[in-house]
């Protein structure tokens, strides 16, 4: 049982570049979500999917977007890179909307 | 808009003593709040949940106290040792919110030798 798990790692962009960040979970779990974390920040919400088949928008979602694959994975595009987008980001998943998350081991990003 | 908070940036404590860890939170129709470990270079992980329905919550070593009077919630840690040292977030959701969680921006907790 492996949880929540992200690929890749690290990855460094030039500006205007576009990647996708790929999360899965094994725990059959409805619920999975989308955080940004920056220095001394809390997370912030950048896309969530409530259920297989829905996503939703979280505090930030504005140069991203998300493809719920199937229960479970949950990826996450950014288009066209730009430098505010340098963070590092955290996938996780829930039983459902209102439970404890749990998450991913993260993925630096950084934007040139 | 709703926020969650935490008083003290960073909390040092001597090995072996009890740790509190404090957070406001100003959404009223919160109903459930989570406290995660962050260590370096790590996910958060998930240490203990409670719901307003609960005043307090145990767990290994921990306890949740939920104040809903005043806001306020609080990570007591028992006996502190130096595995402990971390960020500590805490995490609030209400329905009016769809159940998304609001993150705290984090107290640091260094643990003295």
């Known amino acids: 049982n492996a949880g929540v798990t992200q690929t890749p790692k690290f990855q460094v962009l030039k500006t205007g570049q576009s990647m996708t960040l790929q999360c899965a979970q094994d725990?059959?779990?409805?619920?999975m979500y989308w955080y940004r974390q920056d220095p001394g920040m809390g997370l912030r919400l950048i896309y969530y999917s409530a259920s297989e088949g829905t996503t939703d928008k979280g505090e930030v979602p504005n140069g991203y977007n998300v493809s719920r694959l199937n229960k479970r994975e949950f990826s996450l595009r950014l288009e066209s890179a730009a430098p505010s987008q340098t963070s590092v980001y955290f996938c996780?998943?829930?039983?459902?909307?209102?439970?404890?998350?749990?998450f991913g081991p993260g993925t630096r990003l950084t934007v040139l | 808009g709703e926020s969650v908070g935490l008083h003290l940036p960073t909390l040092s404590v001597q090995e072996g003593d009890n740790s509190i860890i404090n957070c406001a939170y100003s959404n009223s129709a919160s109903d459930y709040f989570i406290w995660y470990k962050q260590e370096s270079g790590k996910g958060p992980q998930f240490i203990i949940d409670i719901r307003s329905n609960m005043d307090k919550r145990q767990g290994q070593r921990v306890t949740v106290l939920l104040n809903k009077t005043v806001k306020h919630l609080s990570l007591q840690i028992a006996a502190t040792q130096p595995g402990d040292s971390a960020v500590y977030f805490c995490?609030?959701?209400?329905?009016?919110?769809?159940?998304?969680?609001?993150f705290g921006s984090g107290t640091r907790l260094l643990v003295r030798p």
């Open positions: 725990m059959n779990h409805n619920s």
């Open positions: 995490a609030e959701s209400s329905m009016d919110s769809s159940y998304k969680l609001i």
């Open positions: 996780a998943s829930s039983p459902q909307t209102g439970t404890g998350q749990f």
